[in-house]
């Protein structure tokens, strides 16, 4: 871990100000329901609704508007179980410049599709035996270009940290945030912004249980890989170990990392789309579910919730949602 975190709050301010042109201002949902089961005010952050259904079409702008003409001209790749791959395929277009994304074979068919739809070219990979960063310094060497991973990068990272701008400035006096955590790009961003604003304010990161490398780095006391990629319907929290860079802000910043079921994702989305009418997939629930079902927190806190993506099409909503979990 390096001695001092890669991002700051002037960091995110400046994203903020790239993105601004391209990114939405996403809803922030009190929900009445949610908080009568808790007993706190609970305020959703829908990133499900912003472009590409997800908020990592903000790391992705900033990432690629942070570029001189020259490097954009280049060409990005990127490797991407989804949403990252189909925000950088996105923004490349948007900012005139190619991209190409290195997908695991058993990436969501939507997800895909969306990629390639936005114009990039796809690499496949299997997840499960190859290692993505060794495919794309592989793809690199053939084609050139620049590689913007999905969560270990200053300018990701930065961009990711805008969703906490957007929810302090719409909701006042938060006592405590939950994020979902993968490999830790936006929760490296939003505990930035939180701490900023207020030392006090507890900060969460939430895995999934086959997942938990943070909470296995924060035991051991330095970054612990998993010896295999988790096994989950949470496909886009499916890292094996926190990034250097994001874990230079997370190890000191996030104040508790816990883990959530399958099964209580699954019963989240579930409750999101019959009381909210919110379509959730699976990773963009785990923050949500914590809330519900880990106890953490007091009565008459005012929290705020990651709804981090959207993107599931309607066959796995349905069979999720009817699975009885």
Same mark, same amino acid.
């Given at each position: 871990m390096t001695d001092k975190p890669a991002i700051e709050l002037a960091d995110v301010e400046a994203a903020a100000e790239r993105i601004a042109p391209f990114a939405v201002r996403t809803p922030v949902i009190e929900s009445t329901n949610l908080s009568a089961r808790v007993g706190a005010q609970i305020f959703c952050k829908a990133e499900s609704l912003q472009r590409t259904g997800s908020f990592k079409f /903000? =790391? $992705?702008t900033n990432s690629i508007a942070a570029l001189t003409d020259e490097e954009r001209a280049e060409g990005i790749i990127t490797y991407s179980s989804g949403n990252h791959g189909q925000a950088i395929s996105r923004a490349a277009g948007l900012h005139g410049c190619k991209a190409t994304v290195i997908m695991p074979l058993d990436a969501p068919a939507m997800k895909r599709a969306a990629t390639e739809h936005w114009g990039a070219d796809i690499v496949e990979y299997d997840r499960y035996d190859e290692d993505r960063p060794a495919v794309a310094a592989r793809v690199h060497a053939e084609r050139g270009g620049v590689i913007i991973p999905p969560f270990n990068h200053r300018h990701v990272m930065a961009g990711q940290g805008t969703v906490g701008l957007e929810l302090i400035d719409q909701v006042a006096d938060l006592d405590m945030i939950f994020v979902c955590l993968g490999g830790g790009g936006l929760l490296s961003g939003v505990s930035t912004v939180a701490k900023a604003h207020n030392p006090d304010i507890i900060v969460v990161g939430v895995e999934p249980e086959a997942g938990d490398d943070h909470i296995r780095s924060r035991s051991a006391g330095h970054i612990v890989s998993l010896p295999e990629v988790p096994r989950t319907i949470a496909d886009g929290q499916q890292t094996m170990a926190? =990034? *250097? #860079? %994001?874990?230079? +802000?997370? $190890? %000191?910043k996030c104040d *508790?990392? %816990?883990t959530v079921s399958d099964d209580e994702i699954v019963s989240t989305m579930r409750l999101l789309f019959d009381h909210h009418k919110l379509v959730v997939e699976p990773s963009g629930a785990t923050a949500l579910a914590a809330v519900l079902h880990r106890g953490l927190v007091q009565s008459d806190m /005012? +929290? =705020? +919730? %990651? #709804?981090s993506g959207g993107n599931i099409d309607l066959s796995t909503f349905a069979a999720l949602l009817g699975s009885g979990r």
């Open positions: /903000r =790391g $992705a926190p =990034g *250097e #860079l %994001t874990w230079s +802000v997370n $190890a %000191t *508790e990392f %816990t /005012r +929290v =705020g +919730v %990651t #709804l």
